[in-house]
């Protein structure tokens, strides 16, 4: 069975993808902080009504081949949030705010394991709904 088909699995799937994501994006910011001139990323808020606009979308089946298949592109990753200023600046041109990037590995991180949770507790009310009866 693929869960991935399955509406709130896919969008907690792509909700842990983005985590992931920006915990890389979040640790590149940590490793650079003595960096000359290197200014932090981060990614653009994962948006759930969005994306659960999205996913509720159905395709059309396509009873010929004739008929036109669409022009929605195919999201290609996550977009980088590149419109942030920052409030402090080092001499050498650094603007990586140690404890700002700390709190939100820790906040990222809560988040991740939420959706885990999540993703568990919706597994488990599947199998039970799927199994016999007592």
């Known amino acids: 069975m693929d869960l991935s088909r399955i509406g709130v699995f896919k969008l907690m799937k792509d909700k842990m993808a983005w985590n992931n994501q920006r915990q890389e994006?979040?640790?590149?910011?940590?490793?650079?902080?003595?960096?000359?001139?290197?200014?932090?990323?981060?990614?653009?808020?994962?948006?759930?009504?969005?994306?659960?606009?999205?996913?509720?979308?159905?395709?059309?089946?396509?009873?010929?081949g004739s008929h036109l298949t669409g022009t929605l592109p195919d999201s290609q990753g996550f977009k980088s949030d590149k419109a942030r200023t920052q409030y402090e600046t080092t001499p050498a041109g650094n603007a990586v705010?140690?404890?700002?990037?700390?709190?939100?590995?820790?906040?990222?991180?809560?988040?991740?394991?939420?959706?885990?949770?999540?993703?568990?507790?919706q597994l488990a009310l599947l199998k039970t709904a799927l199994s016999k009866g007592v």
């Open 97 to 121: 705010v140690l404890e700002e990037q700390m709190m939100k590995v820790g906040q990222n991180s809560m988040e991740y394991q939420s959706t885990v949770n999540l993703y568990r507790k």
């Open 25 to 64: 994006v979040l640790a590149q910011n940590v490793a650079n902080a003595d960096t000359p001139g290197y200014k932090p990323r981060d990614l653009v808020e994962f948006d759930f009504r969005k994306e659960l606009r999205d996913t509720a979308k159905l395709q059309l089946a396509g009873t010929s």
